[in-house]
């Protein structure tokens, strides 16, 4: 039986995805927030995992290890780092990496972690499938696919968005993606993440980021209610 951890990086998205949840139960651990119920008619965890790389590495262990969830998905929004990549628009990950890990001088490439046996952290390829499909109906001709880029800053220097483009070949960069890959990774089960883009992490960000951030958190909430329908219908072989 699937059970999916969702978790959630803005207070409007997961008030949204609660609210519509039946029988939601919250416990509270390490200080967040954790509402178990159905999504859909999919059983689910929702949470706010906060800011961060830690944060949201910490949720992330949780929901495996706590509530004995299945698969992962992540959402929120994102920076572009790619033209093809417009406020407003949505990305599903292909795969996620760190662009603020190096251990370079110790013979590693840039962003690897080491004792893992890769780069970047490949996401699901029917959770992504299903995420694209999802994130097409709520927003037709405006999603695409690509790799996330993840580190502890917010990006907003045009310099900064330079180099990690040059170090990731990213599409958008935000800041809790790759390390809820890696736990997916360590855990042995799917993920897939969802980002809505915000601003073109440069120097307009500080700008941009208000004005989009409700739109974003609506999306990422429809996005994330049709994906669990999605695999409802999977399951009952619809």
Not at 82 to 93: G, K, M, P, Q, R
Not at 158 to 181: D, P, Q, S, V
């Amino acid at each position: 039986m699937t059970k999916l951890g969702i978790i959630g990086a803005m207070t409007m998205e997961v008030e949204t995805l609660v609210s519509s949840m039946e029988e939601a139960e919250k416990k509270t651990i390490a200080g967040s927030d954790f509402y178990e119920g159905r999504l859909e008619g999919l059983p689910c965890v929702v949470v706010q995992c906060g800011v961060g790389k830690v944060n949201a590495a910490l949720c992330a262990q949780i929901l495996c290890t706590a509530f004995g969830v299945t698969q992962l998905v992540n959402t929120g929004i994102a920076g572009s780092l790619s033209n093809d990549l417009d406020i407003a628009d949505l990305l599903v990950s292909q795969d996620a990496m760190y662009h603020d890990f190096d251990c370079v001088p110790f013979g590693y490439p840039y962003g690897q972690v080491p004792g893992l046996d890769t780069l970047a952290f490949p996401a699901d390829e029917r959770l992504m499938a299903y995420a694209f499909q999802a994130a097409e109906a709520v927003n037709p001709g405006h999603t695409k696919l690509g790799r996330v880029a993840s580190g502890d800053q917010f990006i907003a220097d045009r310099e900064k968005k330079a180099f990690i483009i040059e170090k990731t070949r990213a599409m958008c960069t935000e800041m809790e993606g790759a390390a809820i890959a890696q736990t997916a990774y360590r855990n042995g089960i799917p993920f897939v993440i969802l980002r809505a883009i915000s601003d073109k992490a440069d120097d307009s960000a500080e700008m941009d980021y208000p004005s989009f951030e409700t739109l974003a958190a609506h999306r990422c909430a429809q996005v994330t209610s049709l994906l669990a329908k999605k695999l409802v219908e999977e399951e009952s072989g619809e």
